[in-house]
């Protein structure tokens, strides 16, 4: 038996989950099709492979599926200066002043947002602007520096079109930001490719890259099958390429990250919690398992106030709130009910918060019982989420991948992984 002290995620190191990934093995295209990449399927310490489009057959009937709906921004944004000096603007997530993402995705002639800033010392205080000339009319879009943060400026765009959201100046003034690993620029195939085929809601800056290899044909096959599928929607921040520094955890500090889910999609959850929820991606599964503990601290905060007083940031999930929270005495459906009398109460059709949730060993999922996944760097966040589903056998899944000629990282392969009950 493990002593209690030694169990604290605080203290993990991040060395022990260090493997050596070659370059070679970094996949820096997509596959010619995309249920044609190779599936690696793991389950009570078994190891077997195959290809996505045969998925259904290694999942149970009546499961219930759930997708990362997000949708890529073009949040690159190359400026030139009137010398010639290239100012690259990276926009990670809207300014404190809008409620939610989409709130900021849906503004228009100006916005205000955190961003990186490449050769940040050659901008001075100039404004600087950028020409597009889309099907209709010609677009000037403004950069503006409005203070700088620890690691980020705070930016006012604004632009000379007010029928244009600044979604829609994205998608005509900026590039797909690829992951760093890949080191190369967006080329035309990324447009399609580095987005899901569910891709509906603006506002990531990183493909929920676990989706990437689902098609039509393959959801046909799912439905034959009685596995209903739904979608939540969380917008990946640049966060999720944040390597770990620290030697433990405890001195990471894990990024937030927006998500919504609707009524619907809870009732759903709440109604098929006998049978095995399927997370497609990091991202689905820590959304969903925010969505347990943000409705475990409305049922213990309903105890003093009516649920009606319990406002949003009463409820948001931070680093470490799922291992010093108190769960014991509150089942699955006691939180999913009080999360919907909630929302019922607060007349709310979705929920729109953020969540810093880290998952690492010795977490035990809530809500998920299978997750779908790409195969993560060393030494990061994600790794230590796939050692909290499958403990160390995350190793054998590793080395298997490794010598099996399975391609990592975001256009790579992926993993279809039973979590250790």
Same mark, same amino acid.
């Given at each position: 038996?493990?002593?209690?002290?030694?169990?604290?995620?605080?203290?993990?190191?991040?060395?022990?989950?260090?493997? @050596?990934?070659?370059?070679? /093995?970094?996949a820096?295209?997509p596959?010619e099709?995309? @249920?044609?990449?190779?599936?690696?399927?793991?389950?009570?310490?078994?190891i077997?492979?195959?290809?996505?489009?045969n998925?259904?057959?290694?999942?149970?009937?009546?499961?219930f599926? !759930?997708?990362?709906n997000?949708?890529?921004v073009?949040?690159?944004?190359?400026?030139?200066?009137?010398? $010639?000096?290239a100012?690259?603007?990276?926009?990670?997530?809207?300014?404190?002043?809008?409620? #939610?993402?989409?709130?900021?995705?849906?503004?228009h002639?100006k &916005?205000l947002?955190?961003?990186?800033?490449g050769?940040?010392?050659?901008?001075?205080?100039?404004?600087?602007?950028?020409?597009?000339s889309?099907?209709?009319?010609?677009?000037?879009?403004?950069?503006?520096?409005?203070?700088?943060?620890? #690691?980020?400026? !705070?930016?006012?765009?604004?632009?000379?079109?007010?029928?244009?959201s600044?979604?829609? &100046?994205?998608?005509?003034?900026?590039?797909?930001?690829?992951?760093?690993?890949?080191?190369? @620029?967006?080329?035309?195939? %990324?447009?399609?490719?580095?987005?899901?085929?569910?891709?509906?809601h @603006?506002?990531?800056?990183?493909?929920?890259?676990? $989706?990437?290899?689902?098609t039509?044909?393959?959801?046909?096959?799912?439905?034959? /099958?009685?596995i =209903? /599928?739904g979608?939540?929607t969380?917008?990946? $921040?640049?966060?999720?390429?944040?390597?770990?520094?620290?030697?433990?955890?405890?001195?990471?500090?894990?990024?937030a990250?927006?998500?919504e889910?609707?009524?619907?999609? !809870?009732?759903?959850?709440?109604n098929?919690?006998?049978?095995?929820?399927?997370?497609?991606?990091?991202?689905?599964?820590?959304?969903?398992?925010?969505?347990?503990?943000?409705?475990?601290?409305?049922?213990?905060?309903?105890?003093?106030?009516?649920r009606?007083?319990?406002?949003?940031? #009463?409820?948001?999930?931070?680093?470490?709130?799922?291992?010093?929270?108190?769960?014991?005495?509150? +089942?699955?459906?006691? +939180?999913?009910?009080?999360?919907? %009398?909630?929302?019922?109460?607060?007349?709310?059709d979705?929920?729109?918060?953020? =969540?810093?949730?880290?998952?690492?060993?010795?977490?035990?999922?809530?809500? &998920?019982?299978i997750?779908?996944t790409?195969?993560?760097?060393?030494?990061? =966040?994600?790794?230590?989420?796939?050692?909290?589903v499958? $403990?160390?056998?995350?190793?054998?899944?590793? %080395?298997?991948?490794?010598?099996?000629?399975?391609?990592?990282?975001?256009?790579?392969d992926?993993?279809?992984?039973?979590?250790?009950?």
């Open positions: 038996m493990i002593e209690e002290k030694f169990m604290s995620p605080k203290h993990l190191r991040i060395e022990d989950f260090d493997y @050596d990934l070659p370059d070679e /093995k970094i820096i295209h596959s099709k995309r @249920d044609e990449s190779k599936l690696l399927v793991y389950g009570n310490g078994n077997d492979e195959t290809i996505y489009a998925l259904a057959a290694y999942l149970p009937g009546n499961a599926v !759930i997708f990362n997000t949708k890529v073009e949040a690159r944004l190359l400026f030139k200066k009137p010398t $010639g000096t100012i690259e603007i990276f926009c990670l997530e809207p300014a404190d002043a809008y409620a #939610d993402i989409t709130t900021a995705m849906l503004q002639n &916005v947002w955190k961003c990186l800033v050769n940040a010392k050659k901008w001075k205080d100039e404004v600087l602007t950028k020409q597009i889309p099907d209709t009319k010609e677009l000037l879009l403004s950069a503006k520096k409005i203070n700088k943060q620890q #690691d980020s400026f !705070i930016i006012e765009f604004s632009w000379n079109d007010d029928t244009l600044f979604a829609e &100046v994205l998608h005509l003034a900026g590039v797909i930001p690829l992951p760093p690993y890949l080191h190369r @620029d967006a080329e035309k195939e %990324d447009a399609v490719r580095y987005q899901t085929v569910y891709a509906k @603006d506002g990531s800056v990183a493909a929920p890259t676990a $989706g990437l290899h689902f039509d044909e393959l959801f046909k096959k799912l439905s034959a /099958k009685n =209903t /599928k979608f939540v969380l917008h990946v $921040g640049a966060g999720t390429f944040k390597p770990v520094k620290a030697a433990t955890i405890e001195d990471h500090e894990m990024h990250e927006f998500f889910v609707s009524y619907p999609i !809870i009732e759903k959850l709440l098929k919690s006998n049978e095995k929820i399927i997370a497609v991606g990091t991202t689905t599964l820590r959304t969903l398992e925010s969505l347990y503990w943000m409705g475990i601290k409305i049922s213990q905060q309903s105890t003093v106030d009516s009606q007083k319990i406002t949003i940031e #009463d409820i948001t999930i931070h680093q470490w709130d799922v291992y010093e929270l108190n769960d014991k005495n509150i +089942s699955i459906e006691e +939180s999913l009910q009080a999360m919907l %009398d909630w929302m019922k109460e607060n007349n709310l979705k929920l729109i918060a953020k =969540t810093q949730i880290i998952i690492v060993p010795p977490y035990k999922l809530k809500l &998920v019982d997750l779908i790409n195969f993560h760097q060393p030494r990061s =966040t994600l790794l230590l989420l796939i050692a909290a499958i $403990g160390n056998d995350w190793k054998k899944v590793y %080395d298997y991948a490794l010598q099996n000629n399975f391609r990592f990282l975001s256009y790579g992926g993993c279809l992984l039973f979590a250790d009950v």
